[in-house]
């Protein structure tokens, strides 16, 4: 168990430059200050991996400032208080939001963006759903597809549809009657999706012959994309849209310029960007919807488990590279106030 008067964090020494290399974050220990009035000390349970922190990583024009040099890296994650001076949390409480890659951080009640937010309790999930199938992820989801508004007869397409948005969306998709069309990266990640998560295709897009079987599963075009890559792929799409189609941005891994942006004036398209914390108050809406989806069993939801904080950096490079499933997840801590309380749905 982490000592908690010293904490560990990885700090941003430079801006990768391409893929990330040792070196451009450090894993430093440091002490933890004495709280004062207002403050909670929460201890990290298990930390969200996702696209996102590469970008913050950089310097681009992002929906977040860049992290600063010698700053810990931004992250989502759950901890648990083990220590409080606020009215408002108690030792105890298990918590949501930005913590940061690190093993503790101080929750000041002046924080006011982006606060951590008290999940119920008792926790009604393992922690780890709550960056997952009960978090921002499944929101990001829940909020694209109900934009998309997909109907029977439709088509919807989904990239990274393994992933932990695609494959949410995928399924919300589905459970709307739309026929779904994922895009993964490899054979086992497209049987995946089709077998496991109930897309109606999923293509390869590494296969050398994708847009030939990317043509082949759209035989009527392209109501909606669910789009979390972009790149050739897009682009290629955007000549298969059908007319007054709808295609949600909502992550850009592989991006790279539109050759055929013209389509979206030529089909009269509509193309949106989401981000979803300027949603928050559709936060319960969706929560509601996605626990009473998830309690009942009709959305399938996966997890890859890396142990230990000094592994993120790696952590990142694969989710990057397309070698997870579903919610990347990194542990680092057990609860000690709800022990024996799961930390992942799957174990490591
Ligand atoms: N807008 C928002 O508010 C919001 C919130 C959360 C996440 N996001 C975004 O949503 C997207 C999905 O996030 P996630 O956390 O669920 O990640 P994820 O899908 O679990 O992982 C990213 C996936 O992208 C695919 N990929 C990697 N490089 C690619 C490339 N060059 N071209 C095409 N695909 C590539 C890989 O899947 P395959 O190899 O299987 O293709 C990889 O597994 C990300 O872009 C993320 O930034 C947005």
């Given at each position: 168990?982490?000592?908690?008067?010293?904490?560990?964090?990885?700090?941003?020494?430079?801006?990768?430059?391409?893929?990330?290399?040792?070196?451009?974050?450090?894993?430093?220990?440091e002490?933890?200050?004495?709280?004062?009035?207002?403050?909670?000390?929460?201890?990290?349970?298990?930390?969200?991996?996702?696209?996102?922190?590469?970008?913050?990583?950089g310097?681009?024009?992002?929906?977040?400032?860049?992290?600063?040099?010698?700053?810990?890296?931004?992250?989502?994650?759950?901890?648990?208080?083990?220590?409080?001076?606020?009215?408002?949390?108690?030792?105890g409480?298990?918590?949501?939001?930005?913590?940061?890659?690190?093993?503790?951080?101080?929750?000041?009640?002046?924080?006011?963006?982006?606060?951590?937010?008290?999940?119920?309790?008792?926790?009604?999930?393992?922690?780890?759903a709550?960056?997952g199938?009960?978090?921002?992820?499944?929101?990001?989801?829940?909020?694209?597809?109900?934009?998309?508004?997909?109907?029977?007869?439709?088509?919807?397409?989904?990239?990274?549809?393994?992933?932990?948005?695609?494959?949410?969306?995928?399924?919300?998709?589905?459970?709307?009657?739309?026929?779904?069309?994922?895009?993964?990266?490899?054979?086992?990640?497209?049987?995946?999706?089709?077998?496991?998560?109930?897309?109606?295709?999923?293509v390869?897009?590494?296969?050398?012959?994708?847009?030939?079987?990317?043509?082949?599963?759209?035989?009527?075009?392209?109501?909606?994309?669910?789009?979390n890559?972009?790149?050739?792929?897009?682009?290629?799409?955007?000549?298969?849209?059908?007319?007054?189609?709808?295609?949600?941005?909502?992550?850009?891994?592989?991006?790279?310029?539109?050759?055929?942006?013209?389509?979206i004036?030529?089909?009269?398209?509509?193309?949106?960007?989401?981000?979803?914390?300027?949603?928050?108050?559709?936060?319960?809406?969706?929560?509601?919807?996605?626990?009473?989806?998830?309690?009942?069993?009709?959305?399938?939801y996966?997890?890859?488990v890396?142990?230990?904080?000094?592994?993120?950096?790696?952590?990142?490079?694969?989710?990057?590279?397309?070698?997870?499933?579903?919610?990347?997840?990194?542990?680092?801590a057990?609860?000690?106030?709800?022990?024996?309380?799961?930390?992942?749905?799957?174990?490591?």
């Amino acid at each position: 168990m982490a000592d908690a008067s010293v904490n560990r964090a990885w700090r941003l020494r430079r801006r990768p430059v391409g893929a990330m290399v040792p070196g451009d974050l450090e894993l430093v220990p440091e002490p933890i200050a004495p709280l004062e009035d207002g403050q909670a000390l929460v201890r990290t349970l298990v930390l969200s991996v996702e696209a996102a922190s590469r970008i913050w990583m950089g310097h681009q024009r992002a929906f977040m400032p860049p992290v600063g040099l010698g700053e810990v890296m931004r992250g989502v994650g759950v901890g648990e208080v083990v220590e409080s001076r606020r009215q408002d949390m108690k030792v105890g409480d298990i918590v949501a939001g930005f913590v940061g890659w690190q093993e503790f951080c101080c929750a000041d009640d002046q924080r006011l963006e982006a606060p951590l937010s008290v999940l119920p309790s008792p926790l009604p999930a393992p922690v780890s759903a709550f960056v997952g199938v009960l978090g921002h992820p499944a929101i990001t989801a829940y909020l694209g597809v109900d934009f998309l508004q997909p109907q029977p007869g439709q088509t919807v397409v989904v990239s990274a549809a393994a992933g932990s948005v695609g494959s949410i969306a995928g399924q919300l998709a589905k459970l709307r009657g739309a026929r779904v069309v994922g895009i993964a990266g490899g054979p086992a990640k497209c049987r995946h999706v089709v077998d496991d998560l109930g897309f109606d295709a999923c293509v390869d897009r590494k296969d050398p012959d994708w847009p030939a079987r990317l043509d082949a599963a759209l035989p009527d075009g392209v109501d909606s994309d669910f789009e979390n890559a972009g790149g050739p792929i897009l682009d290629h799409l955007l000549m298969r849209l059908n007319l007054n189609a709808t295609i949600l941005l909502c992550g850009e891994v592989g991006w790279h310029g539109l050759v055929n942006i013209d389509q979206i004036h030529m089909q009269r398209a509509t193309m949106r960007g989401i981000i979803v914390t300027d949603h928050l108050d559709r936060w319960p809406e969706a929560l509601g919807a996605l626990g009473a989806l998830w309690a009942t069993g009709q959305l399938k939801y996966d997890e890859t488990v890396v142990s230990r904080l000094d592994q993120a950096p790696a952590a990142l490079t694969s989710l990057l590279a397309g070698d997870t499933t579903g919610k990347l997840v990194v542990t680092i801590a057990e609860p000690t106030t709800i022990p024996g309380h799961p930390l992942t749905t799957t174990p490591p």
